[in-house]
C-alpha cells in the first residue's frame, strides 16, 4: 500500500491561477526528518508570466476606489487575525521561532494590513503656493507601478506583510519571491489575499531560487521596484542589477551588527534583560539582534558573570513546548555557519563563557553563546553571524562605547543601558544607526514608526509606517495655470 502525503501543498499563484511546478518538501528544524508542507518551486518561466500578470493588473487596480483597496487590505489582515493559532503552529514548526514569538509575527502581520487600509484615508499629497500669478502648484502621489518583493526567512509572515500591504494600498501591483526555506508561510498568505476580493494579477507568488526567479524579477523590463530583505552581500547584488536593468527603484534592508552598551550606572538587571532578549531570543536570528555588547569596565564582570548565568539557564527546545525559551536555528546551514563562527571567535582569542555548543541528537539546536575578551577589530565583532552567538568588548568610557558602536560598517540599531539622562542623550544623538533604544533591546520594533539603518544596512527610504510610501509611490509635481 502507498501512503498518501497530507502535508500541505502550496503552488504558486499568477495571475489568479494556481500554477504547478516542481514538488520539493521543506523540513522543520526541531525535527529534520518532518516534512512540513511541500512546495510548486517556479522558474524563470513562471516568474515572467506572473511580471506580466502583475502588469497586466496594475492600471486597473490602481484605478479603483480607494473604499475598494482599504476592503481588499482589511480582508487581508481580518483574516490574517482570525487564524493567529494556525498559521503560527505552521510558522513555529518551517522556521523554527517559539510558538509565542510566531503568534506575535502573526498578528503583527495582520495589523500591518489594516494598518495600511487606514493609511489610505490620510493626506496623500501637498498643496504649494506657486510663485507665478493665477498658478496652482501641488505634489501628487501615482504608484511606483509592478513591486518586485523579495524577503528572507526569519520573518516569514511579518517582512511580506509589511512590503506587500503598503505596495497594494499605494496601487501597486506585487510580485512575491520568499525564500525557499519558508514557503509555507508565504503559500497561506498567498491563499489569504487571493480569497480577499483582490482582482487576479494584483499579487502573485513565485516561490524558487533567488538565482533563477529573483534574478528574473531584478532584470526583468516588467518590474518597477525591488523591496529586498536579506543578507548584505545579496543586497549590493541587487542594487547594482537594479541599475543595469533599467534603472529600477530599489529599498534594501540588509544585516546588522548591533551594539548594546552598558555603563557603569546601568541598572544590572535591567541590562542583563536587554542583552539576553537582543542577543539571544528566536536564536539571534534577527537583523536588530545585539551582537555586540560594549560594556564599562566598573561593571563588566559582574555584567559578564550575570548574562553567563542567565543565558545558561535558557532552555532550547521545541518551538511548540512552552517551556522553551529558545528554539532550533533555521537550517543545518545556519548551524554550521554559527559553529564555525564560534571556532573563529576562539582562534581570535576571545573566551567562550557560556554556551559554544549545540545538541547532536536530533534537529538544529544551538546553546546560547556568549563571548567575553573580545575586541572590535575580531571577525566574531565585525561580520553578522546570524545566531545566538554574542560577545563583550570592553571600554573604559561613554565616549569610547561611543566610538566603538560606531566602528563597523553596518547601522541598523544601537542601544544603551544607563541610568544617566544626559548619556542617553549624548547616544541618541551620536549613535550611527537607523534605531536607537535606551533601557530596551535593540530589537523589537512597532509597526507604525520606521524601520531601517544606515551603512551597509541599508539603501533606499524607510520601511513601515507612514514612510513606506516613500517607496511604493511616486511623487508628482503638477502646476496648473487658471
Ligand atoms: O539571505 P539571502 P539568506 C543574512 C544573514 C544570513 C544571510 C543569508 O546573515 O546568514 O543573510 O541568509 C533571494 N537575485 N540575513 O540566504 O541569500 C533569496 O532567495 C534575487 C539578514 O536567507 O540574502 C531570498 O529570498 N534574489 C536578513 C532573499 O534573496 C536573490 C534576514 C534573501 O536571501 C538572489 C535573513 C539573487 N541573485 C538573512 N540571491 C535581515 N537583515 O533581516 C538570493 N536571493
Not at 532550533?328 to 563563557?353: C, F, H, K, M
Amino acid at each position: 500500500m502507498t501512503m498518501t502525503t497530507t502535508v500541505p501543498y502550496h503552488r504558486n499563484l499568477v495571475g489568479g491561477e494556481w500554477v504547478d511546478g516542481e514538488r520539493r518538501p521543506n523540513h522543520n528544524p526541531a525535527r529534520p526528518g518532518e516534512v512540513v508542507s511541500e512546495y510548486a518551486r517556479a522558474d524563470r518561466d513562471t516568474a515572467r508570466t506572473a511580471v506580466a500578470a502583475a502588469r497586466a493588473a496594475q492600471p486597473g487596480w490602481a484605478r479603483r476606489p480607494v473604499a475598494e483597496r482599504m476592503a481588499v487590505l482589511d480582508r487581508i489582515g481580518t483574516t490574517i487575525l482570525n487564524r493567529v493559532e494556525d498559521l503560527a503552529v505552521l510558522l513555529a514548526r518551517e522556521e523554527g521561532k517559539l510558538l509565542a514569538e510566531a503568534r506575535g509575527e502573526v498578528t503583527r502581520a495582520g495589523q500591518t494590513f489594516r494598518y495600511y487600509a487606514h493609511q489610505l484615508l490620510q493626506p496623500q499629497g501637498e498643496v504649494y503656493a506657486s510663485t507665478r500669478e493665477n498658478v496652482h502648484a501641488e505634489v501628487r502621489r501615482r504608484p511606483l507601478g509592478v513591486v518586485g518583493v523579495i524577503t528572507p526567512w526569519n520573518y516569514p509572515l511579518a517582512i511580506p506583510a509589511w512590503k506587500v500591504a503598503p505596495a497594494l494600498a499605494y496601487g501597486n501591483t506585487v510580485v512575491l519571491k520568499p525564500a525557499e526555506l519558508v514557503t509555507a508561510s508565504a503559500g497561506e498568505l498567498a491563499r489569504i489575499i487571493a480569497g480577499s476580493g483582490a482582482p487576479p494579477g494584483v499579487f502573485n507568488l513565485v516561490m524558487g531560487s533567488g538565482r533563477e526567479v529573483g534574478e528574473e524579477l531584478l532584470t526583468s523590463s516588467g518590474v518597477d521596484g525591488i523591496s529586498f530583505t536579506g543578507g548584505t552581500g545579496t543586497g549590493t547584488h541587487v542594487a547594482r542589477q537594479c541599475i543595469a536593468h533599467g534603472n529600477k527603484r530599489f529599498q534594501l534592508e540588509m544585516g546588522g551588527k548591533n551594539p548594546l552598551v552598558v555603563l557603569d550606572d546601568a541598572d544590572l538587571e535591567v541590562a542583563v534583560r536587554c542583552a539576553l532578549d537582543g542577543s539571544f531570543f528566536s536564536s539571534g536570528q534577527r537583523c536588530t539582534a545585539s551582537s555586540r555588547l560594549i560594556v564599562q569596565a566598573g561593571v563588566h564582570d559582574r555584567f559578564v558573570e550575570a548574562l553567563a548565568v542567565a543565558a545558561d539557564a535558557l532552555r532550547v527546545g521545541d518551538p511548540l513546548d512552552p517551556h522553551s525559551d529558545l528554539g532550533p536555528v533555521v537550517s543545518p546551514d545556519q548551524l554550521a555557519q554559527n559553529l564555525d563562527y564560534v571556532r573563529i571567535g576562539r582562534d581570535e582569542g576571545a573566551t567562550v563563557v557560556a554556551g559554544g555548543t549545540h545538541r547532536t541528537d536530533e534537529g538544529q539546536f544551538m546553546r546560547p553563546t556568549l563571548f567575553a575578551d573580545a575586541r572590535n577589530d575580531m571577525r566574531l565583532a565585525r561580520e553578522e553571524i546570524f545566531g545566538p552567538v554574542s560577545c563583550v568588548i570592553r571600554v573604559d568610557d561613554l565616549d569610547e562605547a561611543i566610538d566603538v558602536a560606531a566602528d563597523t560598517p553596518y547601522g541598523l540599531s544601537a542601544g544603551i543601558v544607563t541610568t544617566s539622562l544626559s548619556a542617553a542623550e549624548r547616544f541618541k544623538r551620536d549613535a550611527r544607526a537607523g534605531i536607537v533604544t535606551v533601557n530596551l533591546p535593540t530589537a523589537g520594533t512597532e509597526l507604525h514608526l520606521p524601520f531601517g539603518g544606515t551603512g551597509a544596512s541599508n539603501h533606499g527610504p524607510r520601511e513601515q509606517g507612514g514612510y513606506a510610501r516613500d517607496f511604493y509611490s511616486v511623487p508628482v509635481t503638477c502646476y496648473t495655470g487658471w
